[in-house]
């Protein structure tokens, strides 16, 4: 078995451990079983951090638009929370048509993202087949507070799609209407822990190395080698603001 740790103190986003862990046994010369367990983390960079904050322009689809009210992971949600905005339906949003001046920059309050990964392994190395070895793996690996940059279009979407919207929705803060024509004036954007993502996969790795000598040829002969490697994927995902989406 095999087991390391690291703890590292970071002046913006604090301490924090690092570690993995693992084992082999092999219960007969034939085959062996495997796996381990790993936490890294990503801090995020000095742009993610402090990037200064300068002028943006953006256009997209307002999500309390016409062309926008009907989409989203819930409609009804979108829907009931534009109407909480006072914002009725039709509504051509100056946003879907031109562009709409706001500010960019970095986020001094991102956390640290972190994954999670597990492997465990079978091997096969029969005495009776020399030379072939084979490997199948099962991997999981997840990834938490993944660090996104959201542009105008995302903090509203954030915003009119969530069950807590209101003032206390700190994505509903990112952006100002116009308190009597409801138009787009001005926006936040920038880099927010906001993304999870898992990925699960069974993998396949087959070898066969013999020499020639086997099939009564000479030793100058040399050796045949075969090797194969399959991989396939059994879970992609992404969680966007608690939704999920398949990749």
């Excluded at 829907?79 to 001046?101: L, M, V």
């Excluded at 492997?119 to 084979?134: A, C, V």
């Excluded at 940059?149 to 803060?173: F, H, I, K, Q, R």
Aim: aromatic content about 14%.
């Amino acid at each position: 078995g095999t087991a390391n740790g690291r703890y590292i103190n970071n002046s913006m986003t604090g301490g924090y451990w690092t570690y993995m862990f693992g084992g082999a046994w092999w219960p007969t010369q034939d085959f062996g079983l495997s796996g381990n367990y790993a936490r890294s983390v990503r801090n995020p960079s000095v742009t993610e951090l402090f990037a200064p904050r300068s002028t943006d322009y953006e256009y997209g689809t307002d999500p309390c638009s016409t062309a926008g009210i009907g989409a989203g992971p819930n409609p009804a949600i979108r829907a009931a929370n534009c109407a909480k905005a006072g914002i009725s339906q039709p509504f051509e949003s100056d946003f879907n048509n031109f562009s709409i001046t706001g500010t960019a920059g970095g986020n001094n309050k991102l956390k640290n993202e972190v994954s999670t990964s597990y492997t465990g392994s079978l091997e096969l190395r029969p005495h009776f087949i020399r030379g072939f070895d084979f490997t199948g793996s099962f991997v999981d690996v997840k990834i938490n507070n993944a660090i996104t940059y959201l542009g105008a279009e995302d903090v509203m979407d954030a915003c009119y799609d969530s069950t807590s919207y209101g003032p206390s929705n700190a994505y509903c803060n990112l952006f100002q209407r116009n308190s009597s024509t409801h138009q787009l004036e001005n926006y936040q954007v920038g880099y927010y822990n906001i993304a999870n993502y898992e990925t699960q996969a069974l993998q396949a790795h087959l070898e066969y190395n013999t020499s020639l000598t086997r099939v009564g040829l000479p030793a100058s002969a040399g050796s045949v080698g075969l090797t194969g490697t399959y991989g396939h994927y059994l879970k992609s995902q992404q969680s966007y603001l608690g939704s999920s989406y398949l990749l």
